[in-house]
Every structure is written in structure tokens, then in C-alpha cells.
């Protein structure tokens, strides 16, 4: 009787799972384990939201797995001795794990070679992105520092095809623990998504039938909430995004295109941190920036009380729902880093703490595009919080959503409050906390372009 084990990491799911597909294939019983991985809780990553998002996937992957004749086995500790421990239990022969892009993904893959040997360690590419990111690379350079070139090949290399669903999974008899409930985690946001691989294909299933089409025109509209709200479920691997390249693609739409366009942007920013795993705590291109901390000012961005009503109500949906439209995280990361000139790294970190899709690669390069420290062909580009207000969210639909103290304040007024006359002026909310003309001179001053 043959086993090999599953370490279920960032690829919580049965469909198109390579690992999970590969060791049913090969083994007559599998264990499909996961590990509550204690250096995942020293780093600091184990926040409420995403805890709570994690104990919906597992309690779906677990009930999957039982539909098909199997269960999740659960264990706690440091990873690599539970997987040992797990392999010296049911003599497995190989354990199989979804290839990462961060440091520590790489260290825990170097880790288990070490301790099971070279051949009983399985690494699968393309299981957490569309592409692996080593698949392309430029002539001369160990990866892509610009988006247009690597999407140009990117396309041109096109993915793998999706594997089929488990039909059993045999799991042999050893000690496991229960997924730990949702409703024992505190500190979550009251509005936070339900989790799992289940509410995730539902997600992307009306998504595909009634949002993918629009894509192109709608994405950065504000009030319409026109985007997908996939990015958890990829987070957590409860979808596929090689599935989801597929899927669109089906479709032959501008929508669908735009939409792709967005999977692959997912993909640059993991193999940039894959080459580059430093660049997730310190500047991928030095700017010679001395940011200022001024906490006062910091606070008034983190709570929502900047006096912009536009990055405000980005921040209040941010608390509320541990999620947040890609156009306002853009222009609440431009408000902080080049308006209040603030350390990008202390809004990745807020970002971290709330985001239900947390990712390193994606939330750390995508702070420093906005704080021009990354990627950005056009590092000293500064969004204006009351043009994109007016362009994107006119009628201050968003805006009223998120703050109710201008719900009564006219659209001519609604990103400009402090324009109203002293008998009209909104209740409760304050006043501009940096003129933006200041803010912009002192970026640019300490950036020497002025």
C-alpha cells in the first residue's frame, strides 16, 4: 500500500489542484494535510480577517474531501516536524506542496528537501499562479522589472490545462485534529466575506454570467462595485488562477481580456518578489526618500479622517470589510505616501493587518508602484484625491456608502466639502488634513524635483 501526503498551503481547494491530483494519481492512500504553521504566526501574517477566511476553507476543504472518502488532517506546530511526523506515521514515500514565490515559502521548501531528501520532496509550479514565476524570463535578467514586456510574453506562453477533480481521495487512519470554527476568531471586520472553495465558484460563477463582460468599462467605477471580489479566494488558493485564465478566455470579450490583464498583473508581482524576496520590506528601486512619521496624520489616513472624502470612504470600507476596491487602495496608497509623504512600509503593514487578501507579493509591490519605489515607469506620479473623486464616484455614491456624515451634502459639494457654506458644512467630518498643493510640494522637495 503506497501513500504520499499533500501539504495543503496557499492552494486550499480540490479543483485543479497539481499537488492534490498528482499524489491521487500516484499513491493508493493520501493524506492531504495541513499544518496551522507556527512561523506563519511568528511573522506576524496571522491576522483576525484572514483567520477567519482561512477556517472557512478548511472546514469546505474538509467536507470535500469527506464527500470524496477522505478528511483533512490537521496539525499544529513547526511545519516541517509535523510533516515529518505525518510521513513517519503512514511511511509515505513522497510529499507533495505547491511551489511559493517568498522567502519563507522557499525556506520551508529548502527545509523539507533537507529533512526528507531530494526525491521524497515534490515541488508544484503553477499552482498559486497562472504561471510559474521562473517560466519567463528576459535575456540577461533573472526576471521582469516592467509590466508591458511581461505580459507580451506572459500571453505568448500561455498556462497549463486545468486537471480534473479527485473522484476519491483514500486516506489512511491516523490522529488528526478539527479545523479550528470561524466563529472562535475575534477582531474581524463586520462586514468580512464568507470563505472557502464552495462560495468561491458560486462567486465566480455569477461573476463569469453577469460582471465579467463589463469588466473593461466598469472596473474602476467606484460605486458600482464592478470588479470580481476574487482576489480572497485566490489568495488562499480556494480558486485557481489558471482556471480563472481559462475560464475567461472562453468568454472572447474586452471584459474578459482586461480581466486576464489583471491575472497576469498577480503574476509579474509574484515573480518580481520571487527574484527579488527583499523587496517585500525594502525599496525595489531606492528613491533616496527620508519619510516623514508624523502619527497624528497617520492615524487621521488609518481611521478614515483625512478630510478627503474619497480616501476616507476607501478606508472606512477597508475596516468595514477587510477588503478594498483596487482604485481606492491606489489612491489611499498615492494620499499616504505622496501627499502626507509617509513611509509606504506603514501602510503595507495597515494594509496586512485588515486585508482578507493580504498577499506579500501583491500588497508590498503594489504599495511600492503607488510610493514610486517599484515597478512604475512613472515613479513621481501623485493621484488627486478630488479629480479621481469626480471622475470616478461623481454622483458620491461610494462616498455616502462609507460616510454618513456627508449624506446629505450635494454632489456639486460631495468630494469638495469644505467648499460648502459655513450653514451647510457636514456635520462631524473634518477638515482637510493637508492642503494638497502643500502635500505635492513636499514630496517633490524631498524628492529634488523642485
Known amino acids: 500500500m503506497t501513500v504520499s501526503v499533500v501539504l495543503f498551503t496557499a492552494d486550499l481547494r480540490l479543483h485543479d489542484n497539481p499537488a492534490l491530483h498528482a499524489a491521487v494519481r500516484e499513491a493508493d492512500e493520501v493524506v492531504p494535510l495541513f499544518v496551522y504553521d507556527d512561523g506563519v504566526r511568528a511573522a506576524g501574517f496571522d491576522a483576525p480577517n484572514r483567520r477567519a477566511f482561512l477556517a472557512d476553507c478548511l472546514a469546505d476543504l474538509d467536507a470535500g474531501l469527506r464527500a470524496r472518502g477522505g478528511r483533512l488532517v490537521v496539525r499544529s506546530g513547526e511545519v516541517v516536524a509535523q510533516v515529518c511526523a505525518v510521513v513517519a506515521e503512514t511511511g509515505a514515500e513522497r510529499v507533495h506542496v505547491a511551489g511559493g514565490p517568498s522567502a519563507y515559502a522557499v525556506r520551508r521548501e529548502n527545509a523539507l528537501r533537507g529533512a526528507l531528501g531530494a526525491d521524497a520532496l515534490v515541488v508544484h509550479d503553477a499552482v498559486v499562479t497562472a504561471l510559474a514565476p521562473g517560466a519567463v524570463t528576459p ?37 488528526s485534529a478539527e479545523p479550528r470554527p470561524r466563529e472562535e476568531v475575534t477582531g474581524t471586520s463586520p462586514g468580512l466575506m464568507e470563505g472557502g472553495e464552495k462560495a468561491g465558484r458560486a462567486r465566480l460563477k455569477a461573476w463569469l454570467s453577469s460582471g465579467l463582460a463589463g469588466y473593461e468599462k466598469g472596473h474602476d467605477d467606484l460605486a458600482a462595485d ?23 478566455r472562453r468568454e472572447a470579450s474586452s471584459g474578459a481580456e482586461a480581466f486576464v490583464r489583471q491575472l497576469a498583473w498577480r503574476d509579474f508581482h509574484h515573480q518580481v518578489l520571487a527574484a527579488r524576496p527583499q523587496a517585500a520590506h525594502t525599496d525595489y528601486r531606492a528613491r533616496g526618500d527620508r519619510w516623514r512619521h508624523d502619527e497624528r496624520e497617520i492615524e487621521a489616513w488609518r481611521t478614515g479622517r483625512t478630510g478627503y472624502p474619497l480616501v476616507d470612504a476607501a478606508m472606512r470600507q477597508l475596516a468595514h470589510e477587510g477588503w478594498m476596491h483596487n482604485r481606492g487602495r491606489m489612491l489611499a496608497a498615492s494620499f499616504l505616501t505622496k501627499t502626507l509623504y509617509a513611509d509606504w512600509r506603514v501602510g503595507a503593514r495597515h494594509f496586512l493587518d485588515l486585508l482578507v487578501d ?14 514610486g519605489t517599484g515597478t512604475d515607469t512613472r515613479p513621481n506620479r501623485i493621484l488627486n484625491p478630488v479629480v479621481q473623486g469626480k471622475r470616478l464616484d461623481p454622483r458620491g455614491t461610494y462616498v455616502r456608502r462609507w460616510i454618513p456624515e456627508l449624506a446629505s451634502v450635494p454632489d456639486r459639494h460631495i468630494h469638495e466639502p469644505w467648499n460648502l457654506p459655513p450653514t451647510e458644512a457636514a456635520d462631524g467630518y473634518p477638515a482637510p488634513l493637508v492642503e494638497l498643493g502643500e502635500g505635492r510640494e513636499r514630496f517633490e522637495r524631498a524628492r529634488g524635483l523642485v
Do not use: C, K
Request: no cysteine.
Open 139 to 175: 535575456a540577461g535578467n533573472d526576471h521582469y522589472a516592467v509590466f508591458t514586456p511581461y505580459l507580451r510574453r506572459w500571453t505568448q506562453q500561455g498556462v497549463r490545462e486545468v486537471v480534473p477533480l479527485p473522484r476519491r481521495v483514500r486516506v489512511p487512519e491516523l490522529g
Open 226 to 248: 464592478a470588479t470580481s471580489r476574487l482576489s480572497p479566494f485566490l489568495h488562499f488558493g480556494a480558486l485557481s488562477a489558471t482556471e480563472l485564465v481559462h475560464l475567461a
Open 358 to 371: 493580504g498577499d506579500i507579493a501583491n500588497n508590498q509591490l503594489n504599495w511600492q508602484w503607488m510610493a
